[in-house]
């Protein structure tokens, strides 16, 4: 009686080739290796021992062919699973770049140790006390160090690891104790010649930083020697400049106490400002008679 082959579609076979060779090539391997194996245990002449080691060995190397001979049939399979999972790797990393940049800067800081908690710095454009450092961030208390009055804002700034890649970082410890500290005070250039001020002026800083002269000497040579620079101070300086304008500016630049720079500012623009007023009302006066 002829067989009936009609009910078989080869297109299905071929649209699972993988699944059919696979199928094959695991019986193909259990039966050359059964058969293998059968001859070995009827050999006559080999020693019990040297069978088992034979039979081992044989197991040993049918294992591995079975291994090659499935990656050989999966291979546009296994070819396209690894370009998926490239393609995930490189989702990954591209999607987490910040997460890892902050990691590489937390190694950054640890290996070269730029600050501490506790410590005032400058991060890019961020200033302040550091009180927290993790893998991620830096939390900073922000101080107004721009604006000159060296205190507390009440503003908290959580800057990420990342910056420290990119910006510089500086450490400004030095100046929670004592600070060079610099204003600026602008008169109409029409009116009296700062000149004759700036005696005056000098006079007075010096005796609003008589009691701590000595100490900030030191504290200037000490940061000088740390830092093997040399840094302006202690002694206070003016300068006066002009601006396009039509200003007189009087700078006033001093070492002092981080904590009484504010009020030794306030003294110095107060005995500025009647000294400049008592000079315009001489030359008024004169002017008159």
């Known amino acids: 009686m002829p067989i009936d082959f009609s009910w078989f579609n080869l297109s299905i076979v071929m649209d699972h080739i993988e699944i059919a060779l696979t199928l094959v090539w695991i019986c193909l391997s259990y039966v050359i290796r059964r058969y293998t194996k059968r001859i070995i245990r009827r050999h006559a002449t080999l020693e019990h021992d040297k069978k088992r080691q034979r039979i081992n060995a044989v197991d040993n190397i049918f294992n591995l062919l079975l291994v090659v001979g499935f990656i050989l049939?999966?291979?546009?399979?296994?070819?396209?699973?690894?370009?998926?999972?490239?393609?995930?790797?490189?989702?990954?990393?591209?999607?987490?770049?910040?997460?890892?940049?902050?990691?590489?800067?937390?190694?950054?800081r640890a290996s070269s140790n730029p600050y501490r908690v506790g410590d005032w710095v400058r991060i890019a454009n961020y200033e302040g006390e550091v009180t927290d450092s993790d893998w991620l961030s830096t939390t900073l208390f922000e101080?107004?160090?721009?604006?000159?009055?060296?205190?507390?804002?009440?503003?908290?700034?959580?800057?990420?690891?990342?910056?420290?890649?990119?910006?510089t970082v500086q450490n400004l410890n030095y100046m929670r104790r004592y600070v060079t500290h610099t204003f600026s005070i602008s008169r109409q250039t029409d009116e009296v010649n700062l000149f004759t001020i700036k005696e005056g002026i000098l006079t007075r800083i010096r005796e609003y930083s008589e009691h701590f002269h000595e100490v900030a000497i030191r504290y200037n040579s000490l940061i000088e020697k740390r830092l093997d620079i040399k840094i302006s101070g202690p002694e206070p300086r003016v300068r006066i400049t002009t601006t396009p304008e039509g200003f007189n500016v009087f700078t006033v630049s001093l070492f002092c106490p981080t904590e009484e720079a504010v009020e030794i500012e306030q003294k110095v623009t107060e005995d500025f400002m009647r000294f400049w007023y008592e000079n315009r009302d001489i030359n008024l006066d004169s002017k008159r008679g």
């Open 143 to 167: 101080v107004d160090l721009q604006g000159g009055s060296y205190g507390y804002t009440g503003r908290t700034t959580v800057v990420p690891n990342s910056v420290l890649l990119n910006h």
């Open 73 to 108: 049939i999966w291979s546009s399979v296994l070819q396209n699973i690894a370009i998926s999972i490239a393609a995930f790797m490189v989702a990954l990393v591209i999607a987490t770049k910040e997460f890892i940049a902050c990691i590489v800067g937390a190694f950054y």
